[in-house]
């Protein structure tokens, strides 16, 4: 007789995914790899298998401070050996690590911490002012563990890391993890009203690390050499901490030496082969040390904002460097899409690939909705606001019930732009910050990249200011390099085979700085009250 049909069940084993086999992983298989922590005095040098030795020290000092499964753990650090050793230890002993952003304004801080209702704080020596500004504030905690030498005054009682590390055993017996539990949290960097807690699943940080060092993604080895520029307080520095120990990666960590001097000492000291960074950051090392010696690295990959065309070029022409742009955010984990020249394109079109905003990674899937919800074609023209969803893309926010954010169990991105029939997205603008003159749209990103071409212009932010005849009207904030002249009419006349005519600005100021938020991205909404309040010095053409 042949048996009746019955589901086939699956004979794989129930195995996690989880931070603690990334931990063990690390730990066993690439021992020997290198921790750089960039000080004052030079650089520190760890292996893998001392770091690890080191985590499981802290989660046994935190046990023993009473940190149990589910019990958040805040950070104030910056990226060094001691913050990777947290990012191991709390989410592999069952806690949850919460990366609190160091500029963050005082009241957010104290907001996130309170809100996610941290039990213990873990801040560098020198950071401790400024948590200190708030400590009075944070009901919720019960110890601060500093790291290294500051003025600590202000905290009250603390906890020496070192101290605590020194009075426990070597080695951890760590529990079984649940992958869907959280591992981390993230709170978005709060632009408008209090910011928003993402929790990260344990499931959801392996997937993005496998995701990440994907070949058509990071591709990152053991053979690589990853500096981590990006704040390890921002969506998990990229998710690169995590995706560099499974791989085997040498890490390097630059501490708060960002500007641009010290971060080409730091490249020529140590040769990293792969980072990643915001244009202000790779800007800034453009225009003051183009002198650097960067022979070392393969690829940068650039995010946060829109990556002009012209700064990717410069580095291919300057330091014989491909910059690679990315995009996502920190409710994606946050690498969603990465722009990488699609194969069979002539050489001569490799650039209009580049500059887009990048194609979705495999593990994501993308769509563009109407503003009544309705799905539109990839056909690269239509315009729709960026939907998302996958098994790293966030499905909800930490206690905020906010139904606007998400659209039938995709993530609304509040990102307006086009995708092509091969997935590749390009954003046009931020739904807040397209410009909508006379019934038609002004790409603010668009014009800030086209401005950003010129030689004597540094950084630009277009925002749209308020118009009788034409609702509404760009105005182009522009930073000009040393030495350069404001000319309004010769940066108009620059933009005028560029672009639509309408699209021209009418009205210019010329500023010192765009303002930036806690994350590096342009701050547009302080822009448009200083112009609102007369604080812009505006020339009209």
């Known amino acids: 007789m042949v048996a009746m049909s019955q589901p086939l069940t699956s004979t794989m084993q129930r195995f996690s995914l989880n931070v603690p086999y990334i931990f063990r992983h690390g730990r066993t298989i690439h021992a020997d790899s290198t921790i750089i922590t960039w000080t004052d005095d030079g650089p520190m040098s760890a292996t893998y298998a001392e770091v690890a030795d080191r985590a499981d020290r802290l989660a046994a000092a935190l046990t023993r401070l009473g940190v149990g499964t589910g019990d958040r753990v805040g950070t104030f650090c910056w990226n060094n050996q001691h913050h990777l050793e947290a990012y191991m230890a709390v989410p592999s002993m069952g806690a949850v690590l919460h990366t609190l952003n160091i500029r963050l304004f005082p009241e957010q801080l104290a907001y996130v911490v309170n809100h996610a209702a941290d039990k213990v704080i873990i801040v560098d020596g020198s950071l401790a002012p400024l948590l200190a500004k708030v400590r009075d504030e944070l009901t919720t905690v019960e110890h601060i563990i500093t790291v290294g030498p500051g003025e600590l005054s202000g905290l009250g009682p603390t906890l020496d890391l070192d101290e605590l590390l020194a009075a426990e055993e070597a080695g951890f017996e760590y529990p079984e993890v649940d992958e869907w539990s959280a591992a981390a949290m993230c709170y978005t960097s709060g632009t408008t009203g209090n910011p928003k807690g993402v929790a990260y699943s344990h499931r959801s940080t392996f997937l993005h690390s496998f995701g990440v060092n994907a070949t058509r993604a990071l591709g990152l080895t053991m053979d690589d050499r990853l500096l981590v520029i990006v704040?390890?307080?921002?969506?998990?520095?990229?998710?690169?901490?995590?995706?560099?120990?499974?791989?085997?990666?040498?890490?390097?960590?630059?501490?708060?030496?960002?500007?641009?001097?010290?971060?080409?000492?730091?490249?020529?000291?140590?040769?990293?082969?792969?980072?990643?960074?915001?244009?202000?950051?790779?800007?800034?090392?453009?225009?003051?040390?183009?002198?650097?010696?960067?022979?070392?690295?393969?690829?940068?990959?650039?995010?946060?904002?829109?990556?002009?065309?012209?700064?990717?070029?410069?580095?291919?022409?300057?330091?014989?460097?491909?910059?690679?742009?990315?995009?996502?955010?920190?409710?994606?984990?946050?690498?969603?899409?990465?722009?990488?020249?699609?194969?069979?394109?002539?050489?001569?079109d490799a650039m209009s690939w580049r500059a887009r905003t990048g194609r979705v990674l495999a593990g994501v899937e993308v769509r563009i909705c109407d503003d009544g919800g309705d799905e539109l074609p990839w056909d690269g023209e239509a315009q729709g606001e960026i939907e998302i969803r996958g098994p790293w893309i966030t499905g909800s926010y930490y206690l905020d019930d906010d139904d606007e954010k998400f659209h039938d169990g995709w993530l609304r991105t509040g990102d307006v732009g086009s995708v092509e029939p091969n997935g590749f997205i390009q954003i046009?603008?931020?739904?807040?910050?397209?410009?909508?003159?006379?019934?038609?749209?002004?790409?603010?990103?668009?014009?800030?990249?086209?401005?950003?071409?010129?030689?004597?212009?540094?950084?630009?932010?277009?925002?749209?200011?308020?118009?009788?005849?034409?609702?509404?009207?760009?105005?182009?904030?522009?930073?000009?390099?040393?030495?350069?002249?404001?000319?309004?009419?010769?940066?108009?006349?620059?933009?005028?085979?560029?672009?639509?005519?309408?699209?021209?600005?009418?009205?210019?100021?010329?500023?010192?700085?765009v303002p930036k938020t806690s994350v590096g991205k342009f701050d547009k909404k302080v822009l448009r009250r200083q112009f609102a309040d007369h604080e812009l010095d505006v020339v009209e053409i």
Request: charge should be negative; include cysteine.
């Open 231 to 348: 704040p390890m307080f921002h969506a998990n520095a990229w998710g690169m901490p995590y995706a560099g120990w499974l791989t085997g990666a040498d890490m390097i960590m630059p501490q708060q030496h960002l500007q641009a001097a010290p971060l080409a000492e730091i490249i020529e000291a140590t040769r990293p082969t792969y980072s990643g960074a915001v244009p202000t950051v790779l800007n800034d090392l453009l225009h003051n040390r183009p002198d650097a010696d960067l022979s070392s690295v393969r690829e940068i990959v650039c995010g946060g904002s829109a990556v002009p065309a012209s700064l990717m070029k410069a580095y291919d022409d300057v330091f014989g460097v491909t910059v690679v742009q990315g995009w996502g955010m920190t409710e994606t984990s946050p690498l969603a899409a990465i722009a990488r020249v699609p194969s069979g394109v002539d050489p001569a």
């Open 428 to 513: 046009s603008d931020r739904a807040k910050d397209v410009i909508k003159s006379g019934g038609e749209w002004i790409s603010s990103v668009d014009l800030e990249n086209e401005l950003m071409a010129h030689p004597d212009v540094v950084e630009a932010a277009v925002v749209g200011i308020p118009d009788d005849r034409w609702d509404e009207r760009p105005l182009a904030c522009v930073v000009l390099a040393q030495g350069a002249e404001p000319d309004p009419a010769l940066l108009r006349a620059f933009l005028e085979s560029k672009v639509a005519k309408w699209w021209l600005p009418d009205r210019w100021s010329f500023i010192s700085e």
